[in-house]
């Protein structure tokens, strides 16, 4: 993995305040005591509602069940709808777990890494990338938070990058770095899905460095906060590595 | 409907009135998490008060949401089982004659319909079918905006993702307007909150018909 020479433009101490509230993910917090209550006595007899733990763990459990029903739900050859360029959303929005004006400028001698249950782990430059055959899209962009936005990717499909990587396609996620501090990672089924791509260009031009130069995934059938941006790194691998948001406790397959 | 032949009958059956609690439950975890989901990214000009969100945050909210649509499911499901294969529905929620819902309409809204344990009037009818409908719409449309693209049919029946989340939106508006009008109801007739949670046998009718 490439290691980050460029200092962070944004330093820990300017993001703690949102992390400190987003670490907290106790699921009860500030929520309706009403529910609350009534949750420990349904959902967990007994349990003691100082920690939390219990409904916590409950709830956790249930996303787990929600997950594998996702993932029997999702079908490889289902493709998300597309759109005609004239639906494009313009403005297009900014999102990210920090502001638009911390955005990390793209390292200098920026490559990709691949690591993991590959055969051939040699890091990838730019140009290599697009070498590589590609393939546009113009789908919608859905938030967990709800709000959609159709916006139009190119790159080259993860699923041809994986096979070109030699990966073992039968591994069981693909995990995703970044250098702007961001991480998440799929199931291999969806990371194989046709409309997957390692995306270089947005509305056809070179990614600019807020929509997640120089490389992202951009991944139609999951909501947005898996389609990760600024790319520093791919690896196979058959170890649970979570992510940013998925360490935090928004539910990890999140397909849509 | 003649009173005469459900006279023999219970007020609610215990089946039905375990499921109503349940799906009391239910509904009050679906809707407070939804309004904490809906603050996360609010489509109207207004906020719900942080204090009535269940979860704490969206990715607590979410976990509620969908966890709490489980007992939903069930608890529906069974419902509808039960009413269809008991004769509930059948018997209590047949779709009024639009003469006679106008006659109890009209007097309900000059507070003289009377309420009669164990039968329902046209205007209790109408709005218990039309809360279960909602329901089911509701469920619908939250199958549609969980999964957009693998239920894409769904989602598109409900006219795509955005709609799809507006009109959810809406029908729990609709279902909080229900249960606000249903819950003041009971205030006015507290007998019937006794029989939907202990056996109240037919007899004790007579004592409850008063004008609302
Ligand atoms: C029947 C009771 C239900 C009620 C009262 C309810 C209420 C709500 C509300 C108020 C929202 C916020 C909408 C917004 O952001 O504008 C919401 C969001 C959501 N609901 Fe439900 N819901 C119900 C059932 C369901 C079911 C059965 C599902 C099935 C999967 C579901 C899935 C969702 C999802 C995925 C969201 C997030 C969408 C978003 O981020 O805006 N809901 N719900």
């Known amino acids: 993995m490439s290691d980050q020479r460029n200092k962070p433009a944004v330093s820990m101490a300017e993001i703690r305040p949102e992390l400190e509230r987003l670490h907290r993910r106790g699921f009860l917090r500030g929520a309706l005591s009403l529910g609350a209550s009534l949750g420990s006595l349904t959902l967990l007899t007994g349990c003691d509602l100082s920690t939390h733990s219990g409904v916590d763990g409950a709830l956790e459990a249930i996303l787990c069940f929600d997950d594998r029903v996702q993932a029997a739900l999702f079908s490889r050859k289902r493709l998300a709808k597309t759109y005609p360029a004239s639906a494009i959303t313009r403005p297009f929005r900014f999102n990210a777990y920090y502001a638009e004006w911390q955005v990390r400028p793209v390292p200098d001698n920026w490559v990709l890494s691949v690591a993991g249950l590959v055969a051939d782990r040699r890091p990838w430059t730019l140009p290599a990338l697009m070498a590589l055959p590609q393939q546009g899209q113009i789908t919608r962009h859905i938030c967990i938070e709800g709000w959609s936005q159709i916006g139009q990717w190119s790159g080259v499909p993860l699923g041809a990058f994986l096979r070109r990587v030699g990966a073992d396609l039968s591994a069981r996620y693909v995990y995703f770095k970044c250098f702007d501090g961001y991480s998440t990672s799929i199931d291999m089924a969806s990371a194989l899905q046709p409309q997957t791509i390692l995306a270089l260009d947005f509305e056809e031009k070179p990614l600019a460095p807020q929509w997640g130069a120089p490389l992202r995934l951009r991944i139609p059938t999951k909501l947005g906060f898996k389609s990760a941006k600024n790319l520093e790194a791919i690896e196979v691998t058959n170890k649970y590595p979570g992510g940013y948001w998925e360490n935090r406790g928004y539910d990890w397959f999140a397909g849509v | ?212």
């Not at chain 2, 006279?7 to 009135?17: D, E, N, P």
């Not at chain 2, 999964?147 to 709609?163: E, H, R, S």
């Not at chain 2, 109801?185 to 056996?199: C, E, G, N």
């Open chain 2, 1 to 212: 409907m003649g009173q005469r032949e459900t006279s023999r009958r219970l007020t609610h059956s215990s089946a039905i009135r375990v499921m109503h609690w349940i799906g009391v439950y239910a509904m009050g975890c679906m809707i407070f998490s939804g309004w904490e989901i809906y603050n996360a990214s609010p489509s109207l000009h207004f906020l719900f008060p942080a204090w009535t969100g269940l979860g704490g945050w969206l990715g607590g909210a979410l976990a509620w949401h969908l966890s709490a649509m489980w007992l939903l499911f069930a608890d529906g499901i069974a419902y509808l089982v039960y009413g269809f294969a008991s004769g509930h529905f059948r018997r209590d929620l047949k779709p009024p004659r639009p003469a006679e819902l106008g006659q109890d309409l009209g007097a309900a809204l000059r507070f003289r319909l009377k309420h009669h344990m164990g039968h329902y009037n046209a205007v209790q009818r109408v709005l218990y079918a039309g809360v279960i409908i909602a329901v089911i719409l509701q469920v619908m449309t939250g199958l549609a905006i969980w999964k957009p693209v693998q239920l894409g049919w769904l989602a598109g029946l409900f006219g795509g993702y955005p709609i799809a989340r507006g009109i959810h939106l809406a029908i729990m508006f609709g279902i909080v307007a229900f249960v606000l009008v249903h819950v003041a109801l009971v205030m006015v007739h507290p007998r019937t909150l006794k029989s939907m949670i202990v056996t109240v046998p037919q007899r004790s009718r007579k004592a409850d018909e008063r004008p609302a």
